[in-house]
């Protein structure tokens, strides 16, 4: 039987950023070892184009080392034209060998946060 858990997904901006940026869905009940995807927006908000890179934190700890990401926008930096909005992809699984940790098989929800920073572009302060 293929056992469920719950992923949260939360998007933070670093003090600055001129970027709204939120995930499509708050939530998403998943099966162990099946990969899902979970989609963040984000949107420039100012006149000028901005580079990002996305920093990620998966939370309870001991859930981390059992959480994949296969693709990711934070692989890459990210570039958007001044008011430009995109949807940008994670596809990720859990590993079912959660179940078998000491720590981990009791975590009933995941959280996946991303923080998006400023890359300053050609050396120059952003």
């Not at 970027?19 to 009940?29: G, I, M, N, V």
């Not at 909005?85 to 996946?112: C, S």
Request: a neutral charge; aromatic letters at 12%; charged letters at 20%.
């Amino acid at each position: 039987a293929g056992h469920k858990i719950s992923v949260r997904f939360d998007a933070n901006v670093k003090p600055g950023m001129p970027w709204a940026f939120r995930p499509k869905q708050l939530t998403q009940t998943i099966t162990l070892g099946q990969k899902s995807t979970a989609i963040f927006i984000a949107k420039n908000l100012s006149n000028k184009t901005v580079v990002g890179q996305a920093a990620f934190n998966v939370t309870p700890d001991q859930a981390g080392v059992f959480f994949t990401k296969i693709q990711c926008f934070c692989f890459t930096r990210q570039e958007l034209k001044p008011g430009q909005e995109v949807e940008m992809p994670v596809l990720y699984y859990v590993d079912p060998k959660i179940l078998d940790d000491a720590d981990g098989r009791d975590v009933q929800e995941i959280t996946l946060s991303y923080t998006f920073y400023p890359i300053e572009q050609d050396g120059k302060p952003s």
